[in-house]
């Protein structure tokens, strides 16, 4: 059995790994290493998940009932905008790349490290920063604009905005260093033989997610820091009282908004693609489409912000345009879809938790695809703009994208993270009851949507209660699947059974060429790559059909082990 | 209109849900089909298919282009008011909505409109921006300060509908609701006729009135609860504290610094969320007001 290979393999001598070569708090602090980097912002964004989730709760607890149920409507109105403040900009956005790519992205292209370790470092701190910064405004006078920040009721509240903009103006920094280290580091670091075409189709969408976080994350610093200036020293480019225009903030919030979405979900597709291959053991079909289709998206990702404005006020004819280009950014996503399917048929299908949240992303990333669609549908948007529609879209795009990706790339790479298992039975019924949960909560939204449901109210008509109560049973069934991932994640974490080094069989470099947990400096040397990364048929060091290629396997774990599940 | 946008969104559905059945179901099928039955399976790769590759991309791209079309056309219908409709001026205000009928009467979240006629809407925000939205009807518009936007509708049915303000604008963004009450055609004018203010109305009623009109109920109570606001009951005379501790009577001069200027003093306990826009009201509103207040005993 496996467990029994490793328990041998690590008898003879105490590993080093990246883990325990360093200890203490300053190890942790000033480390340089990607994957304990990657691990801080893991800490980190789990932190500020609870965060965002508590709000989410008492959100669906409030709308529970018509009237007041638990709190005021000013109270509502910071909880529901700080859930999405909190949730954007300190989950969806850091939460693949800067934990998942971190930890995986140099083992994955066969690299000891990112280009820059310090700039990596610092992109923590300045995370760290930019939330605090962003806390200091909450705290001490809430915030209650919604996350979009629109003008001029965001320039008139008296709540904390101006400590808000200035946070993610800083976060920001964060974000665009880290998409700019990861940039290099795949240029630059890919070993002998990993050449674009044989790059895991994680680091391809990390590359697409990484030319967003440039290209995009300054203009919306440049619209946050504008909207401070507003409020401290009356500038008059948003407010209509002083002379400006509000509609043009909406152009920029949304010229970057709307990339950011694909910030979340770009990263996400890679994840997927990692766990369909492995799962299935077979190549993506159309490897080729889906790594190139992750760039195309994200520079068309740029063309398309004004379909959030078909009924702000802009002409006909800009709606009409972002319209048709909304649809050819669709199509390609669409494709997407049903590459990752076609690439399970005749595949050697193993049903276990991280493939669990892969087919749980394709069930429910396509009701947020189809029902974007409909939103960018000029007629269809009228009615349903700004609507629970929208609400629960952009939950099925966002949760399926950010959380069920994250959920089971953590899943997936926690082995790997931490050498240890954890008990795969709870962690189905987990998938399980956060697949059920999501649905249950967010899929009467669409019906509330369809009937007149506006979004961001403390208050509705008698008529929608019944859904408002399924939707926040739902609720409480999503926060029961997660407290119970974060119970047996705790417990495998200091329980967990000692995983071997290849536990899934996969083919990529970070399960071929590193130990059980990885060294400091991943690879004893550097590996030399012969195939894609989906080539099972070719994976002799997995298999070991013929002989198994131990040059190419310098770890203390035999290769070999990983064909026993 | 809604017939039109309802058998484009049934389209929709229908589309969406037989490829989404399609994609699920092959899904599934594919999972249970394909699983895997030895440790070390390694499937023969299967080759990229550039015929089944370029359908699913062809296939789809026809399948968007259709819904394109048809939600454009429906779009430009949904915004071009035909040229004999009726013009009604809407204002939005933190947070109710106020409607002026050509004949200069004026109503507040009731908006009167006969049915079989266009009606067209021209809208305009005092504060920030709202969005008048009847699901009934399917329309929908953001109102925005400093300019105009427009939306038309025609009612066929006399009733009445729901309006909901869909751009958060504050605190009270989920009360600031309103109807379209439809008439038929005849009984509109009848409607209108009668609906002035007379000039000669007692100062406490014309006040009740306004407290309804303005909106005053959704913040104030007259029953002693404390809601966004204070309550109206009891407060003339009463003795209140501010914010910075400083206590004052309620007095005449009090409640109409605290309608006109309501940021002046806060009442200890309450956000200083109350709209400047009241600064609008004329001298005999605000004497009416101060009236119907001084009544709440």
């Known amino acids: 059995m496996a467990t029994q290979t490793v328990a041998t393999a690590t008898t003879g001598q105490p590993e080093i790994h990246y883990l325990n070569h360093a200890k203490g708090l300053k190890s942790w602090l000033l480390t340089l290493d990607h994957k304990r980097i990657g691990l801080l912002y893991l800490v980190s964004v789990i932190f500020f998940f609870i965060v965002g989730g508590i709000l989410a709760l008492l959100v669906r607890a409030e709308l529970f009932e018509p009237g007041q149920t638990l709190m005021s409507a000013e109270t509502y109105n910071h909880i529901f905008t700080l859930h999405g403040a909190i949730m954007i900009f300190l989950f969806l956005i850091p939460a693949v790349p800067a934990v998942l790519g971190n930890f995986a992205l140099p083992i994955m292209i066969g690299a000891k490290d990112v280009a820059f370790p310090r700039l990596n470092l610092a992109s923590w701190y300045i995370f760290w920063l930019g939330a605090l910064t962003m806390l200091v405004g909450i705290v001490t006078s809430g915030l209650d604009t919604g996350w979009t920040f629109y003008t001029p009721y965001s320039t008139m509240t008296s709540s904390g905005v101006t400590w808000v903009a200035l946070g993610v103006f800083i976060l920001g920094f964060s974000s665009i260093l880290t998409g700019l280290n990861f940039i290099v580091t795949v240029h630059k670091m890919r070993a002998p033989g990993m050449t674009w075409s044989r790059l895991p189709l994680f680091v391809w969408g990390l590359y697409a997610t990484s030319i967003v976080q440039i290209l995009a994350t300054p203009v919306l610093g440049i619209t946050v820091l504008l909207l401070a200036l507003e409020r401290i020293m009356k500038v008059g480019i948003f407010d209509p009282a002083l002379g400006g225009d509000p509609v043009l ?34 190549g993506i079909f159309g490897y080729k489409f889906v790594a190139l289709s992750s760039v195309a998206i994200a520079f068309l990702g740029f063309l398309v912000w004004g379909h959030h404005m078909y009924v702000a006020g802009q002409s006909a004819t800009a709606s009409t345009i972002f319209s048709l280009l909304t649809f050819l950014i669709g199509v390609p996503t669409g494709v997407k879809v049903l590459n990752w399917i076609a690439s399970l048929y005749r595949g050697s299908i193993w049903l276990r938790t991280p493939l669990l949240y892969a087919l749980a992303f394709l069930f429910v990333f396509p009701i947020g695809g189809f029902t974007g669609i409909a939103l960018g549908t000029l007629g269809l948007d009228v009615p349903l703009h700004d609507t629970y529609f929208v609400v629960a879209h952009f939950h099925y795009v966002m949760v399926s994208g950010g959380l069920l990706a994250f959920l089971g790339g953590l899943h997936y790479w926690w082995p790997k993270m931490f050498g240890r298992l954890y008990n795969e039975k709870l962690a189905q019924i987990a998938a399980l009851l956060i697949f059920v949960g999501f649905n249950v909560t967010f899929f009467p939204q669409f019906i509330l949507g369809t009937q007149g449901m506006p979004r961001r109210y403390f208050d509705y008509v008698p008529e929608f209660t019944t859904l408002h109560q399924l939707s926040t049973v739902g609720s409480w069934i999503l926060g029961l699947g997660l407290l119970l991932v974060a119970a047996y994640l705790l417990h495998s974490l200091f329980k967990g059974q000692p995983a071997p080094a290849n536990p899934w069989g996969a083919g990529t470099l970070e399960w071929t060429h590193t130990g059980r947990i990885p060294s400091p400096h991943n690879f004893e040397r550097t590996p030399v790559v012969t195939r894609g990364p989906y080539d099972y048929h070719l994976a002799e060091e997995i298999f070991g059909n013929g002989h198994g290629d131990e040059r190419r396997t310098p770890t203390v774990t035999p290769a070999q082990g990983q064909a026993q599940h | 209109m809604a017939p039109e946008v309802d058998s484009l969104f049934q389209f929709w559905a229908l589309v969406s849900t037989i490829i989404f059945i399609g994609v699920v179901g092959a899904m599934t099928y594919f999972v249970v089909r394909y699983r895997r039955r030895r440790r070390d399976e390694v499937p023969e790769p299967v080759k990229d298919k550039k015929a089944i590759e370029l359908a699913w991309i062809v296939v789809p791209t026809i399948l968007v282009l259709i819904v394109f079309t048809w939600g454009f056309r429906v779009f430009i219908r949904l915004y071009t008011a035909p040229p004999d409709a009726y013009e009604i001026l809407v204002y939005g205000y933190q947070w109710y909505w106020e409607f002026e009928y050509p004949n200069g009467v004026k109503t507040t979240n009731e908006l009167h409109v006969p049915a079989g006629q266009p009606v067209k809407l021209r809208m305009t925000s005092v504060d920030v921006i709202h969005s008048f939205y009847v699901p009934a009807f399917r329309v929908k518009q953001d109102v925005l300060p400093d300019r105009y936007s427009s939306l038309w509708f025609e009612a066929t049915k006399p009733g009445e509908y729901i309006v909901f303000c869909t751009e958060y604008c504050g605190t009270q963004h989920s009360g600031m609701l309103a109807k379209v009450i439809v008439h038929p055609r005849e009984e509109f004018e009848e ?11 007692p100062l406490a009623e014309l006040g009740a009135r306004l407290y309804r009109e303005k909106a005053c109920f959704s913040c104030h109570s007259l029953d002693g609860s404390p809601m966004v606001g204070p309550t109206f009951k009891g407060l003339y005379g009463s003795t209140r504290t501010f914010e910075d501790g400083t206590t004052a009577v309620a007095d005449e001069n009090y409640l109409r610094e605290s309608i006109l200027q309501p940021g002046a003093k806060i009442v200890q306990g309450y956000p200083n969320v109350m709209p400047a826009s009241y600064a609008s009201l004329s001298e005999r509103e605000v004497a009416a007001l101060i009236e119907f207040i001084k009544q709440q005993q």
């Open chain 1, 249 to 282: 903030f909406q152009h920029f919030f949304w010229f970057y908004s709307h990339p950011a979405v694909y910030i979340m979900i770009l990263p996400a597709f890679g994840v997927i693609s990692e766990l369909v291959g492995t799962f299935s053991r077979k």
């Open chain 2, 191 to 201: 409607w209108l006729e009668s609906a002035g203010i007379p000039e000669d109305m």
